[in-house]
C-alpha cells in the first residue's frame, strides 16, 4: 500500500511528489510519455513576485529561497509600457507588480525598439527572473526519487475506486493502491475527482498562446526585460536568441493537448508591434497551453472537505512555475501538521475548505 499515489506529472505533482516522499511513499502516474508535456512545457518561464492575486503573491515571495538555491534563476527585469489611452491599467500594474516609472529613454538604452510615436510611459524593475524550468522539475524529480518514490510515464489513469483501505487506481491493466490520493492533474484535475467520486469544484482551463519570433530587426535580445502592455494584454520576452510573443489571451476551453489559435496569435502580434519599430516579418515556431483556474482564481492546496484522503493540488493558473516550491512545501506541512512559514490568512485562501 502506498501512500501517497500522485496524478500528473507537471510541475505540481513533481514538486509534490520531492515534498511528500520525505513524509512517506510515494508514486507519481503521468498519463503522456515525459514529464512536463502539457502546461508546465509551455510557460513563459517567468519569476515575478508580485505578479498574481494577493492569496498567490506569498507562495512566490516564499519561493524565492528554494528558486535561488536551486540555481534555476537568471536575471531578467520587467518592463511596463504604455500611453495616454492605457493610462488606468499601466498606473494599476505599475502599482501591482511595484515598478518604478523610468524615463522613455532610459526603456530605449534597454529596448532600443520601443517606438516614440506609440509609447509615452514606461516603469521597471530589475527584480523579475527567468526560471530554467527544465531544471527545477528535474531537481524536484531528483529529490523524489533519492527519496524512493517511483515516477511511472505512459500511465494513463482511467479508473479510481474507493475502499476503506484508501484507493485502487487503475491504469489500463495496472493497478496500484494508495492511502491518499494526489490530484494534480492540472487541466484535467476536476475529470479525476469524479473518477474518484469526489465534488469537482468547477476548474475552467484558459488557453494561452505563445509565438516565437526572429530576435527583431537582428538585435541581441539576451539581455531586453520581459515587456508587459498593460492589462496584460501582450507580453514578450527574449527567448534562447528569439522573442517569444503572447497575445496573453484567456480563452476558456475543456482539457486537451492546446496548440495556439492563429487569429489570436495574429491579433496579439499586432498589440506588441503597435508599440515597437521593428515589424513581425515571420513566426519561428507557435504553442499554446492551459492555464487552469479555480473559481475564485486562487490555487486549491491540501485535503479535501468531505474526504481527507482526497488532497487537492490544483488551480496553478498562471503561477505554477513560480509558486510550486513554496505550495508543494504547505502541502506537506498541511497533511504532516507541521508549522507552515506561510501566514494563516494566506493559507485558508488556498483551502479546499473554501468551496464548502
Ligand atoms: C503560455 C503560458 C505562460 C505561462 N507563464 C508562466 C510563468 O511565466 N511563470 C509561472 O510560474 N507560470 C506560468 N504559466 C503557468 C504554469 O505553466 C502552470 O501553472 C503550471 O505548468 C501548471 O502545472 P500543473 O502541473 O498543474 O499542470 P500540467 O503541467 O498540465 O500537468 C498536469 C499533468 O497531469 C497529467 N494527467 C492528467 N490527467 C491524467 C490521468 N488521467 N492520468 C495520468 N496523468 C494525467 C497530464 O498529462 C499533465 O502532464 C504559464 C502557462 C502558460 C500556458
Not at 510541475?11 to 502539457?38: K, N
Not at 534597454?110 to 527584480?127: C, G, Q, S
Request: proline share 6%; aromatic share 8%.
Amino acid at each position: 500500500m502506498i501512500d501517497f499515489l500522485i496524478i500528473g506529472g507537471g510541475i505540481a505533482g513533481v514538486s509534490a511528489a520531492a515534498r511528500l516522499s520525505a513524509l512517506g511513499s510515494v508514486t507519481l502516474l503521468e498519463g503522456e510519455d515525459a514529464l512536463a508535456y502539457h502546461t508546465s512545457g509551455r510557460s513563459a518561464a517567468m519569476f515575478e513576485q508580485n505578479y498574481g492575486k494577493p492569496s498567490t503573491i506569498p507562495l512566490n515571495k516564499a519561493s524565492h529561497a528554494f528558486h535561488d538555491q536551486a540555481d534555476v534563476l537568471s536575471p531578467r527585469g520587467l518592463l511596463l509600457v504604455g500611453n495616454a489611452d492605457t493610462a488606468d491599467a499601466f498606473a494599476t500594474d505599475a502599482r501591482q507588480m511595484q515598478l518604478a516609472q523610468i524615463s522613455m529613454q532610459e526603456a530605449k538604452d534597454m529596448v532600443p525598439i520601443l517606438d516614440d510615436a506609440a509609447v509615452d510611459r514606461t516603469a521597471y524593475h530589475e527584480a523579475a527572473w527567468d526560471i530554467d524550468t527544465d531544471k527545477l522539475i528535474q531537481c524536484f524529480a531528483r529529490t523524489a526519487r533519492e527519496n524512493g518514490a517511483a515516477i511511472h510515464t505512459k500511465t494513463h489513469v482511467d479508473d479510481i475506486k474507493r475502499n476503506s483501505k484508501g484507493w485502487v487506481v487503475s491504469a489500463g491493466t495496472v493497478t496500484f493502491e494508495a492511502q491518499n490520493l494526489v490530484n494534480a492533474a492540472g487541466a484535467w484535475v476536476d475529470q479525476i475527482a469524479t473518477l474518484a467520486g469526489i465534488a469537482p469544484l468547477g476548474f475552467t482551463p484558459l488557453r494561452r498562446s505563445m509565438a516565437r519570433i526572429p530576435a527583431p530587426g537582428g538585435h541581441d535580445v539576451s539581455t531586453w526585460p520581459m515587456m508587459f502592455g498593460p492589462g496584460e494584454n501582450w507580453y514578450a520576452k527574449a527567448d534562447a536568441g528569439a522573442l517569444i510573443v503572447s497575445p496573453a489571451e484567456e480563452d476558456a476551453t475543456t482539457p486537451h493537448d492546446a496548440y495556439a489559435d492563429d487569429m489570436v496569435l495574429a491579433e496579439g502580434l499586432a498589440r506588441y508591434e503597435a508599440n515597437v519599430t521593428e515589424p513581425v516579418t515571420r513566426l519561428l515556431s507557435s504553442w499554446a497551453g492551459l492555464r487552469t483556474f479555480s473559481p475564485d482564481r486562487t490555487l486549491v492546496l491540501g485535503p479535501d472537505a468531505q474526504d481527507p484522503n482526497f488532497i487537492w493540488c490544483a488551480g496553478q493558473g498562471g503561477y505554477g512555475m513560480q509558486s510550486a516550491p513554496a505550495a508543494s512545501q504547505l502541502l506537506a506541512d498541511l497533511i504532516s501538521g507541521g508549522p507552515s512559514d506561510l501566514p494563516v490568512d494566506a493559507i485558508t485562501a488556498l483551502s479546499p475548505q473554501r468551496f464548502t
